[in-house]
């Protein structure tokens, strides 16, 4: 018996329409520089901007957006809150800051930024293996830690950062699977993640479960991969672990469009080639895999 999801673009859907009288709130998010977005509203001109239940709920030290409210948009990417995704910011001399030392690490790399989306979720962090299965935010959601949508209006590179200290942490993007494909079971990918700890090498992770990455110390991990219009992404972090999205970037590639996917009739190559996920070409015959998600003539299937 097939499993029943409630579908990607349904929840979607959903969750704008809860969000429908919030169209004319200012962005969360600024460009601060081509193509780089960031926060850079002060604790005071949130609490000015946005409805008083919003800052009451991220504490009054920023704002939690709600599930759908558009964060940023314009002729190349929109990107939304998957959740309920609370946004802090630099607080008045005196009051404890959020997130610790995150903000001075921030404000070392990154003077002009005063905040960041607080980012976590369901997934344990620190093991991430590649094979996690997710069909809809229902699957990766938690209370109070963010998951900002992604929705690239041409085909481009997107990535993201985050601060974690010292501490051992996984970030990645995630291509939530279409309709057709969760009918077939078939759930989405990481399009790039990383376990990692910057500590400057302070971390013995010779006996970790997973490779990670031991960076500079206090420095940001980056994660970043290809994107395709029409699709939706996921900026996860794992575990409730309040990890600091400081930054998201996208590069365009072209001036491809929605318009220009949805009409063209160019037929898919059929090559009959298989590869993994990650590009790796594995072969041509389904029963000489292993278990896994792989991708033939343009379409994902499974092996279970």
């Not at 520089?33 to 008083?52: F, G, L, R, S």
């Not at 991220?58 to 990107?79: R, S, Y």
């Amino acid at each position: 018996m097939k499993k029943l999801f409630f579908t990607t673009f349904a929840l979607i859907i959903a969750a704008h329409t809860g969000a429908q009288e919030t169209d004319n709130i200012p962005y969360i998010l600024t460009e601060v520089e081509d193509n780089v977005y960031a926060v850079t509203m002060t604790d005071e001109e949130i609490a000015t901007t946005y409805p008083k239940e919003w800052v009451d709920n991220a504490w009054e030290l920023g704002v939690k957006i709600p599930v759908g409210t558009v964060m940023f948009e314009n002729d190349e990417i929109l990107i939304t809150a998957g959740c309920g995704t609370p946004v802090y910011v630099e607080q008045p001399e005196g009051v404890n800051q959020p997130g610790g030392n995150r903000l001075s690490d921030i404000h070392e790399h990154f003077p002009n930024y005063t905040g960041y989306v607080n980012g976590g979720s369901s997934i344990p962090e620190k093991h991430w293996t590649g094979n996690e299965e997710l069909y809809t935010i229902v699957d990766a959601v938690t209370d109070n830690h963010g998951i900002p949508f992604v929705y690239p209006k041409v085909n481009g590179t997107l990535k993201f950062g985050a601060f974690a200290g010292d501490n051992s942490r996984s970030i990645g993007i995630y291509e939530w699977p279409t309709d057709a494909e969760i009918e077939e079971q078939i759930p989405g990918h990481w399009i790039d993640y990383s376990n990692f700890r910057n500590d400057g090498g302070a971390l013995d992770v010779s006996d970790a479960m997973v490779e990670i990455s031991v960076g500079e110390l206090n420095a940001p991990e980056y994660v970043e991969g290809k994107v395709t219009v029409g699709r939706v992404y996921a900026l996860i972090a794992g575990g409730k672990r309040n990890v600091n999205i400081h930054q998201i970037t996208f590069i365009p590639d072209t001036e491809t469009s929605i318009k220009d996917i949805a009409t063209s009739t160019t037929a898919a190559p059929t090559s009959g080639k298989i590869y993994s996920i990650d590009g790796r070409y594995v072969g041509s015959d389904k029963a000489d895999i292993g278990k896994g998600i792989y991708i033939m003539d343009g379409k994902k299937f499974v092996v279970r």
